[in-house]
């Protein structure tokens, strides 16, 4: 019996060490081989882009100039390219003629436009935003290639300012709107209606959807409403204040704007600061006499 046992115990043996090779080889037929490694670098959790407030991919991206482009919205524009991927959009209606100015920092796209001549109002928000200013004229053709733009050494310049963000909005709400008509120069009306699956805002005019490239259309994470006098926007330097609504998540928020040479800044009834949703912000201007409407 003792010899019985040995024996199988030493059977046992083989057999373990027959199974304990046998998986390493089937192993290295399923797994491919690689001949090297490399290592893509992940967003820094503290880097974080000061016009949106979304995590950029590290803090010299976050510190680099923005681009502004002078485009044009005359007659208002069912196609505006590239306006997808801008931070901070104003739309300007001040007056008879409808204008935009697009600040590019985030993301750069590729083609942009359509682009206008610069005015001095736009040099104004450039020097705002310190974002180097590009028109029809810079560029010498309709769209410009932000991302050509932004990597130019002529860029220079130091990042924008940073504006306030939040997970959720501050502020006191007086309630929300689901859409909001803006009317626009040449009896036009530029339409933002609320889009819940996306949490942003929808463009459209005059009941059209405004497009971007590919189709898409053009969406915000925050509209505001500023009302300016015609003859002080902006002046020599962005500085001012006046009446202002803010809408973002849906809510509505009444107060006011100010700045003293910086972005806007936005506060409720209170006078407490209004901090943004983190995404996009489309800025419509309009005189202080215009109506808007909400549903």
């Not at 959790?45 to 510190?63: Q, R, V, Y």
């Not at 100015?101 to 104004?124: E, I, M, N, W």
């Not at 991302?147 to 929300?176: D, E, Q």
């Amino acid at each position: 019996m003792r010899g019985a046992c040995v024996t199988a115990a030493a059977v046992a043996g083989l057999l373990l060490a027959l199974s304990a090779c046998a998986p390493a080889a089937r192993l290295d037929a399923r797994w491919p081989r690689a001949d090297g490694e490399r290592t893509v670098a992940g967003p820094s959790s503290d880097a974080l882009w000061p016009l949106t407030g979304k995590p950029a991919l590290d803090d010299s991206a976050a510190a680099s100039p923005a681009v502004m482009l002078a485009v044009s919205d005359t007659p208002a524009a069912a196609s505006l390219p590239g306006l997808d991927s801008a931070d901070v959009v104003f739309e300007i209606t001040v007056g008879t003629s409808d204008v935009i100015a697009a600040v590019f920092h985030s993301s750069l796209p590729a083609a942009a436009g359509p682009l206008r001549d610069p005015t001095g109002p736009d040099a104004t928000l450039a020097a705002a935003y310190r974002a180097k200013l590009v028109g029809r004229g810079q560029a010498g053709k309709a769209l410009a290639d932000v991302a050509a733009l932004a990597a130019a050494p002529a860029t220079g310049g130091a990042p924008p300012s940073v504006v306030a963000f939040a997970s959720k909005p501050t502020g006191a709400s007086i309630g929300s709107a689901s859409q909001i008509d803006i009317p626009l120069a040449g009896g036009s009306t530029a339409e933002w209606r609320y889009d819940a699956g996306s949490g942003g805002y929808q463009r459209f005019v005059d009941a059209k959807p405004a497009l971007a490239a590919g189709g898409r259309v053009i969406r915000t994470t925050n509209v505001i409403v500023m009302w300016v006098p015609p003859a002080a926007w902006p002046g020599a330097v962005m500085a001012g204040s006046g009446r202002a609504s803010v809408f973002c998540g849906a809510g509505k928020y009444v107060g006011s704007w100010e700045t003293s040479g910086g972005p806007p800044v936005f506060r409720d009834r209170d006078g407490a600061p209004i901090a943004l949703l983190p995404g996009s912000t489309w800025i419509e201007v309009i005189g202080t006499a215009t109506n808007i409407v909400l549903r």
